[in-house]
């Protein structure tokens, strides 16, 4: 009699787990699933980012320009930001126009931006990590920006603040939660007021631009 009850009790007991135990879903061994996500190094938004940066002007064979500036720039959210640039150069003539104005005796207009100030709305639709050797993951982010404001630029005859437009197109490489690299390859164009054949004409001038920058990051991170 007590070894009948034993077994009453265990069938009891087998028939009751059987009924409480989840079962597995369909084609899978029953175990969770567990998937990682790597956060980003770097959070931008409600974050401030001051970006100063050298600059240097690309293709053009008469003018040489050199200088450097400063961008502050508000990020609405990642991805999307707002703010000021503000930029100087400083201009030098080459050989080349030297020899168009000297032997060719070319009528070359010399317009030389001096300074300029834009406001700038900037997207950064592709983000995106790179493995180097030694397991080394590296974060970027591709952005575009457009700029619009004035430069004061002169002549050898005139001199003034012209509207102004810009664009370019840049990588961010993050190095930790504040600090990332910039480069960006842009254009700048402008209404330049010179003097050809003894009239004064407004000309469309411009120059396109590489310029590589550090972005420190201010506010609240993660």
């Known amino acids: 009699m007590p ?12 028939a009751a787990q059987a009924q409480t135990a989840a079962p597995a879903p ?35 064979p008469y003018l040489q320009r050199w200088g450097g500036g400063l961008r ?16 100087g ?12 104005r000297t032997e060719l005796h070319a009528n070359v207009i010399e317009s030389r931006e001096k300074w300029a100030l834009l406001a700038v709305g900037a997207i950064a639709p ?3 990590k790179v493995a180097l050797p030694g397991d080394t993951l590296v974060h970027f982010e591709t952005f575009f920006d457009l700029g619009m404001g004035g430069a004061l630029t002169e002549t050898d005859a005139t001199s003034g603040l012209r509207p102004m437009i810009a664009a370019g197109i840049g990588q961010r490489i993050f190095v930790s939660e504040s600090v ?27 120059f396109w631009s590489f310029r590589f920058g550090i972005s420190y990051y201010l506010g609240g991170g993660r």
């Open 89 to 100: 150069f400083a201009t030098y003539r080459t050989q080349e126009l030297v020899v168009a």
């Open 72 to 87: 502050a720039m508000y990020h609405v959210r990642e991805g999307l930001s707002l703010g000021l640039d503000g930029s």
């Open 180 to 206: 990332a690299f910039t480069a960006r390859v842009g254009g700048n164009l402008y209404a330049e007021r010179a003097i050809v054949d003894a009239t004064t004409q407004t000309k469309v001038m411009g």
């Open 26 to 60: 369909e084609g899978g061994s029953g175990q969770d699933t567990i998937t990682a996500v790597q956060k980003r190094p770097l959070r931008q938004a409600k974050r401030i980012e001051l970006s100063p940066y050298g600059e240097m002007s690309l293709g053009d």
């Open 126 to 128: 592709i983000y995106g």
């Open 3 to 14: 070894f009948k009850l034993l077994c009453v009790i265990l069938l009891t007991a087998l």
